[in-house]
């Protein structure tokens, strides 16, 4: 059975302006020990589905399909469970570490009430297992006395998954988690992550715009674009060989060092993410992708196998590959 | 070379009254129709010394040239500004909310009382920075425009001017990837089209590979290894410049040199050469077996060849 598996997932937000469908149809499995990864731009949905796994999403937001933790469905919990489930089951580590963290608070108390409100047991056991999530994470654990602004970004990021790890979850959801850090410090944390999957048969889902981080990290790879996965399959075969354009104008966005063909050459896309409350006719990416054809404005295509553990979106995927 | 747009010779930059080398004694030129990319990571001070530049952190000790001419205080500093135009990393916090976004643009040509019919300038300015037809973003205000076209509003506000040097600070890591590579081509288009140069700042390899024509390594205020791009990239002699490209997930089949720790505080510069502390080739024994462990310890260390195209500070690749 699937630690997390997400069924036909729909997510609309109400807003002033009518209804925002911002994920459109998504399914998705994540098997222990397993790591995928959910690639795509702002506005395609990808936060959005990291909020709905554990019911974070704003009052009145309309949610259909399921999504099961360890085959229990999250959405008809009772509070009581949904409480125990969160920081147990299933963890966050948020994008923006210092947003994040109360800022009065030393971070060594945070970790210490998480764990405390979830678990039975005494303060002095909370302090011990606290001082080793950090050296966990690796940091000291004097670390605990300081405040979040004492540490540097790198640092606080550990801190978020510190907390993350504080009630042992069966799996790990980072949305964005080396965003905002060097590329150094970047490396040090997707080290971390990894090393922590492997211990502790962590499975993780993780989220980020920056399709070159996943497929090092990621067994599999899902894209999104415009609320649903437009291309699935193994990482370093989605990136290296995309089906969807959406994908290979993605891959191409990272350009290969050492690569002549992107020397003084970089790639982009035309145009814009597009904005989830006016969504293009037919193929949501059909506006800016290059090799549209006329059915495209008027057929929304669905996943198709495009080889063996591959699917992607697109019309020209059955002419390519059957 | 003629003479080159900027000449940074010998520039030091404190805080803290001294205590805080920020910009430590780096020389760099810049030729005209140059781009060249600054990287390093947070605190390296490649910041700091592009707001030398432009005059926004007093010198503690060398100099800074534009086109032959002293970057100094007061009255030069006007002109100094309309040939050297900033670009941000965040397009939403450098635009006023509240102004349209032909104000955005036509305020600079105001301010440095750029000659023309002020309507006909702004038009062709964001026509040339691909937001086309111009009519359709004259009117409009920086939230209804995407973080793509912001920063391209940006672009043309600073190119409307003229300049010879545009600085730009990681101007595409706020972007979304498929924006990244549009935005890159553009700044690329004026260094082609109108010979403007440009000095990046940014911790992306990646985009150094797309536009650079030379880049500069930067390590706690120093220039550790400056070059032609194909070769700082593809064979970098410096161990911390080999580490960097080492944890860029797109090269395969280099090892991954994860170096511990982040870079020191500035205020507590390491003797000898600065990046010993981290440096693979001390943890590894390496050093020892060359024979030079002693002087990464204890002896400071400048750029070589003093002349060439590929210089480096290593006391390894000296040996």
């Not at chain 2, 880049?215 to 580490?243: C, D, F, N, S, W």
Request: with cysteine; hydrophobic share 40%.
């Amino acid at each position: 059975m699937s630690v997390l598996e997400l069924q036909d997932l729909h997510v609309t937000y109400r807003s002033e302006g009518g209804p925002v469908p911002a994920v459109r149809g998504v399914s998705l499995s994540l098997e222990r020990g397993d790591t995928v990864g959910l690639a795509g731009e702002s506005g395609c949905g990808k936060s959005t589905i990291a909020a709905a796994v554990l019911r974070l999403l704003p009052k009145g937001t309309e949610v259909s399909g399921k999504v099961l933790l360890d085959g229990e469905d999250v959405y008809a919990m009772k509070p009581g469970r949904l409480r125990a489930v969160r920081w147990t089951s299933a963890a966050i580590v948020f994008q923006g570490a210092l947003h994040s963290l109360n800022p009065v608070r030393r971070v060594g108390n945070q970790i210490e009430e998480a764990i405390l409100l979830h678990t039975a047991v005494s303060p002095r056991a909370a302090r011990t297992r606290t001082g080793e999530l950090l050296v966990k994470v690796g940091l000291p654990a004097d670390r605990a006395q300081r405040y979040p602004h004492q540490l540097s970004g790198g640092q606080r990021q550990r801190v978020l998954i510190a907390l993350a790890l504080a009630c042992d979850p069966k799996v790990l959801i980072a949305d964005e988690p080396t965003t905002a850090l060097d590329v150094m410090v970047q490396a040090q944390v997707l080290a971390l992550l990894e090393e922590l999957q492997r211990e502790q048969g962590l499975s993780l889902l993780f989220i980020t715009h920056d399709l070159s981080v996943l497929t090092t990290t990621c067994e599999r790879l899902a894209v999104m674009y415009a609320g649903r996965i437009v291309e699935q399959g193994p990482g370093r075969e989605v990136f290296a060989q995309p089906h969807h354009p959406y994908t290979r104008a993605l891959a191409a966005a990272f350009p290969t060092i050492g690569d002549p063909a992107s020397r003084m050459n970089p790639a982009g896309l035309a145009g814009d993410p597009p904005d989830p409350s006016a969504l293009p006719s037919g193929c949501p990416f059909h506006v800016r992708c290059a090799v549209a054809t006329a059915e495209c404005s008027s057929l929304d295509v669905g996943l198709r196998v495009a080889a063996p553990g591959r699917s992607a979106a697109c019309v020209h995927v059955e002419a390519a590959h059957v | 070379m003629s003479e080159p747009v900027l000449s940074v010779t010998n520039v030091q930059v404190q805080f803290g009254g001294g205590s805080v080398r920020a910009v430590d004694t780096v020389s760099l030129e810049v030729g005209r129709g140059e781009v060249v990319a600054l990287v390093g990571e947070s605190g390296c001070g490649k910041t700091t010394l592009i707001r030398s530049i432009i005059g926004l952190e007093p010198l503690a000790a060398g100099s800074i040239a534009v086109e032959g001419r002293p970057v100094g205080r007061g009255r030069g500093l006007r002109a100094l500004r309309r040939k050297v135009q900033m670009i941000f990393q965040d397009p939403t916090g450098a635009l006023n909310p509240r102004h349209s976004i032909y104000e955005a643009v036509a305020e600079g040509l105001r301010i440095h009382k750029v000659k023309g019919h002020e309507p006909t300038l702004v038009a062709e300015a964001l026509a040339s920075a691909g937001l086309r037809p111009p009519e359709r973003y004259l009117r409009r205000f920086p939230h209804e425009l995407s973080g793509g076209q912001r920063q391209r509003v940006l672009i043309a506000a600073a190119m409307a001017l003229g300049p010879t040097l545009l600085l730009a600070d990681e101007p595409v890591a706020s972007l979304d990837a498929s924006i990244r590579g549009e935005i890159l081509a553009l700044m690329r288009s004026f260094v082609d089209t109108r010979g403007v140069s440009i000095v990046a700042v940014t911790h992306d390899l990646g985009l150094a590979w797309n536009i650079a024509d030379r880049v500069a390594v930067m390590y706690l205020g120093r220039i550790v290894e400056v070059g032609p791009t194909e070769e700082v990239l593809r064979a970098p002699k410096h161990p911390y410049t080999q580490a960097l490209l080492s944890v860029v997930p797109e090269i395969e089949g280099l090892e991954q040199q994860i170096l511990t720790g982040e870079t020191p505080d500035p205020s507590r510069m390491p003797s000898g050469c600065r990046f010993h502390p981290r440096c693979p080739l001390v943890a590894s024994g390496e050093a020892e077996r060359l024979g030079i462990v002693d002087r990464c310890r204890g002896v400071d260390l400048e750029l070589e060849p003093e002349v060439g195209a590929h210089r480096v500070a290593c006391h390894a690749v000296r040996a």
